[in-house]
């Protein structure tokens, strides 16, 4: 998953912890993935079977976490045209525990230049376990309103649509700001977001206000009504 630029983000985000490799652990060098007997040939099957063995891993653990992601929109009825790797939500505070039942599970875990998230390595797939969504830390409510859904026939808590949405826009900056890539995920959930939550929260900025300025006129969601003129007395 993409974190967006900041330039006002210099340092290390308050409350997260800085995570490192275990002993032993030099990073990203040697790759060590869990034994499997048959990979998938198909690059979109071989992303769920990376989501469900490491869902299934942290549910057995009883981590708090959610599928995000394209893996995650595929699961809320979305189409199986996956992105390039698996994503997870956790807590920065469950982070270290995190790791280390992945690394029990046979998986390779490293910390990444990035300071928001983990990287694990899982049937040839890179997997996300992200403790930040647009440099705001992921907390137990934001979990909390994740639906147990099937994930190719495993049960795994998903990040609800509207958390979904609203951490792609909050996203969104003079940087990166694709459209194009978010505009799929609005219109195939449009039925199961609340659009209102979203306009409280992001519709003010304007990168989100112009995605929903889009969205207005392919007619995927209706509009707000016209913007607050001022009284005529004030007016020039």
């Known amino acids: 998953m993409r974190q967006p630029a900041d330039d006002q983000a210099t340092g290390r985000r308050a409350g997260v912890s800085e995570l490192r490799p275990a002993d032993g652990d030099r990073g990203p060098a040697p790759r060590r993935e869990a034994p499997h007997e048959d990979l ?88 996300d376990l992200i403790f930040e969504l647009a440099h705001e830390p992921v907390t137990t409510a934001l979990l909390d309103r994740a639906r147990d859904l099937s994930v190719d026939s495993v049960l795994m808590p998903v990040l609800s649509p509207t958390d979904l949405l609203r951490g792609l826009l909050a996203a969104f900056s003079e940087h990166h700001c694709d459209f194009g890539a978010v505009l799929p995920i609005a219109r195939t959930l449009r039925e199961k977001i609340d659009w209102a939550a979203l306009r409280r929260d992001c519709g003010d900025d304007p990168m989100p206000a112009a995605f929903f300025f889009v969205l207005e006129r392919l007619e995927i969601i209706p509009s707000a009504g016209p913007p607050a003129t001022a009284p005529k007395e004030d007016q020039p």
């Open 40 to 127: 998938p040939l198909d690059r979109n099957q071989a992303i769920l079977q990376a989501a469900k063995q490491v869902g299934s891993t942290l549910k057995k653990a009883e981590h708090p976490f959610a599928l995000a992601g394209s893996v995650a929109v595929y699961a809320h009825g979305g189409t199986q045209n996956l992105q390039h790797d698996v994503d997870f939500c956790i807590r920065p505070e469950d982070a270290d525990a995190v790791a280390a039942t992945l690394r029990e599970a046979g998986l390779t875990v490293y910390t990444p230049p990035e300071d928001w998230l983990l990287k694990a390595d899982c049937l040839g797939q890179q997997v």
